[in-house]
């Protein structure tokens, strides 16, 4: 039974993020769209009712899409990071390839990103692979006309998958509700579509 102080206790929205596991975002979210109670302070700041929360928490244990968002904004904004670095204008792939060709690489993480996103959100259907399958398809096709060579074109897929990779990973790390067989699955989702990418350019190279 509850005491009547954490009845009346008021959290901020980095504590209530941090008792439900979540990222802020996710709890500034679920606030938008009514399912989470809240009320603003004199300055316009939200206010989180203790007891509130802590009933709230056991029944939303599954990782929200808004957290894959933000795990995939992660990827996109440390690869943005490496992009222009000494490091990667010396590696041959990325050195082979004209001004075009590295913008079009940009393009295309954002529309991996998309498309990773929804197929874990949507439970990883077996349909949702078709989605890997293109655009392995199109960036094969792409740095085909490039001139690099399949493992050119592998050395650029696994630049941009460890960021991928290394997001979730980081992401398991903090304080969160989530099991360890919950981000497991999501690892092993992320895993199937990339590898299924990675297949799709392995196959275009191998019929060109």
Request: hydrophobic fraction near 45%; glycine fraction near 6%.
């Amino acid at each position: 039974m509850p005491s009547r102080s954490e009845h009346e206790e008021w959290v901020s929205l980095r504590r209530a993020a941090e008792i439900l596991g979540v990222h802020p975002a996710t709890v500034r979210n679920w606030a938008d769209s009514g399912k989470l109670p809240f009320r603003r302070t004199a300055g316009n700041h939200r206010r989180f009712n203790l007891h509130a929360l802590r009933d709230y928490a056991q029944p939303q244990a599954d990782i929200q899409p808004i957290e894959l968002q933000v795990i995939m904004q992660n990827a996109l904004g440390s690869a943005r990071m490496r992009v222009g670095s000494q490091e990667l204008e010396a590696a041959p792939w990325y050195a082979a390839m004209s001004d075009e060709g590295k913008a079009y690489l940009r393009q295309q993480g954002r529309r991996v990103l998309k498309a990773l996103r929804a197929y874990v959100a949507a439970g990883a259907p077996d349909a949702g692979l078709a989605a890997a399958i293109a655009i392995g398809k199109d960036y094969a096709a792409r740095l085909t006309q490039e001139g690099l060579t399949l493992p050119q074109a592998l050395r650029g897929f696994h630049f941009f998958s460890d960021f991928v990779l290394d997001s979730i990973l980081t992401w398991t790390e903090l304080p969160q509700a989530h099991s360890a067989s919950e981000w497991s699955t999501v690892l092993r989702q992320v895993n199937t579509f990339m590898h299924a990418l990675q297949l799709s350019i392995v196959e275009y190279y191998a019929e060109d």
